[in-house]
């Protein structure tokens, strides 16, 4: 998939959920911080949708929005920019409404899907996609943002009822663990299986024999999920420098790109002096 790097993959709760409704019609939005996994995300679900629905891989296309020259191009024509995918892979498709020079997508003879990733920096892009969407029936559209605020405010308010919204968080525990040692992981299954089922009003009382070797590994592994957390990039790494550097990289880009844009902030300095206290 171009434009997308393979990394090592966990495969996220979340996947099985946007599967489910990968057949419908309706956009589907991934919405989560950055670097939560949501690019490696749209990887596997391009992925799934060549092994498991036996999609022709050239009628997937990603798009990445931080490259400003795409950001320009689809803002000034939404429907020509998407009609040029379908003529660049020599694709036929009908103009319902007669009139070629307008900018009406009329009925594609193929079922397409578009990836549109870091979508929030389309200016008016809940207005763009709602007119695509209503354009283009037979295009499916996935889209990943960022911002939540800005993916929510300028966006999805556009989109009621042409939109599933879903939320990409980073690893939880168990997510976290899956990238340890098998054992481990698997010991965490057996006794989280057998709490949830207590806590869910099973009629069995829960027996937990908690293994000496594997309790000390899991608190362990609790440990450094509660001081390092959950982003990907970091959880993966065994390196405690190298996880310092990526969660110091992503907080200054939350705070130089992100809140700071978005907030329109003009005292940069003041802002992260209160960010550092807090």
């Keep these: 998939m171009a434009g997308l790097k393979m990394n090592k993959y966990v495969k996220r709760k979340i996947q099985t959920e946007i599967e489910k409704w990968i057949d419908r019609p309706e956009i589907l939005a ?73 900018n009406i997508a009329g009925k594609v003879e193929k079922k397409y899907y578009f990836m549109l990733d870091e979508y929030q920096y389309i200016k008016d892009g809940g207005s763009k996609l709602k007119f695509l969407y209503d354009s283009y029936k037979d295009v499916k559209f996935i889209i990943t943002g960022s911002s939540s605020l800005e993916l929510t405010s300028k966006t999805i308010k556009y989109l009621v009822g042409r939109v599933f919204l879903f939320e990409l968080y980073q690893f939880d525990f168990e997510e976290f663990l899956s990238t340890k040692e098998n054992n481990i992981y698997n010991y965490y299954k057996d006794i989280s299986g057998i709490v949830n089922n207590f806590v869910n009003l099973k009629p069995e009382k829960p027996k937990i024999e908690m293994d000496t070797i594997f309790g000390q590994e899991l608190e362990k592994y609790f440990n450094e999920f509660c001081i390092y957390g959950g982003y990907p990039e970091a959880a993966i790494s065994n390196n405690t420098e190298e996880k310092k550097i990526i969660l110091e990289n992503i907080f200054k880009t939350y705070i130089e790109k992100d809140i700071i844009d978005l907030l329109r902030i003009k005292d940069d300095l003041a802002f992260k002096n209160i960010a550092i206290l807090l």
């Design 30 to 102: 991934i919405r989560g911080p950055r670097q939560s996994g949501k690019s490696t995300l749209l990887e596997h679900i391009h992925l799934f949708l060549i092994k498991e629905k036996s999609i022709k891989k050239e009628n997937i296309f990603y798009i990445n929005f931080e490259d400003k020259s795409k950001q320009n191009n689809f803002s000034k024509d939404p429907a020509q920019y998407i009609k040029s995918y379908f003529k660049s892979n020599g694709e036929k498709y009908k103009d319902n409404n007669h009139h070629s020079d307008l």
